[in-house]
């Protein structure tokens, strides 16, 4: 399957169990198929290939392409390493980068060479120019691999505009604004946390709220220095009321 069929099963542990583990049953339901089903084997087969999900057996979780993925800051990056990740791509891509891709004909005979069987050479080299695009490589055209452009930092200032009534060298001119430092990113582990709290005035159940805090302190005693572990005891859900004084 190609990079969307793969992105598509992040996307759903991400809604709902963020950076969590999930099972077997529970990802073929929230992305609507059977577990047993041999599609759902298949997509969740690709989605490790690419680097995006990781786990043993009928576990499933984010892998680091995975979080990246779900972050839409990070998320073009995190499409380009994954298509990249794939031995078959990466081969194709370091073979032709800067170069125009040959025919069809001479593609398919690079994918035989490189293991693929002669019956699924056709679907194999299909699949590859629709992940391709959907990685950003085709921006410049499906005729070429091009690693797609991913900005770090500050975005470049734009050039003043000439004043005709300077002589054409923008004399005089305001200079524009300089841009706002951009915030710093938080950590993907805190990024996903606060992702998974519902919107004000929505109900959240007791039982809910002592799972996030709980999951939060895990989360805070991982990727943060301290003296301890951090231990939340809330009988939020089965509080009985204070006998009287």
Known sequence: MD????????????????LD???DDQLAVWSNQSAKASTFRVQVYTARTFG??????????????GRMIVDPNQAREGRARAFLAVPLYKAVFEKYKGGVLPPIAA????????????KQKERARKVLQRSADQAGFFEHGKNRLVMPGIAHGQPARETPKADPGNGGNGAGQTPPTPPTPPTPPRHPFIEGLLQ?????EKEWPAAGRVKWLQTAANIFDLIYKGDGGIKIELAMAQRSPRPSE
């Open 21 to 23: 583990e999930c099972d």
């Open 3 to 18: 990079l969307d069929s793969a992105v598509e099963l992040a996307n759903a542990i991400h809604s709902h169990v963020a």
């Open 52 to 65: 995006i999900l990781e786990g043993d057996g009928g576990k499933h979780k984010l892998a680091e392409l």
């Open 196 to 200: 998974t709290l519902p919107d004000p």
């Open 107 to 118: 593609l398919e005979r690079d994918f035989v060479a490189l293991g693929v069987a002669e």
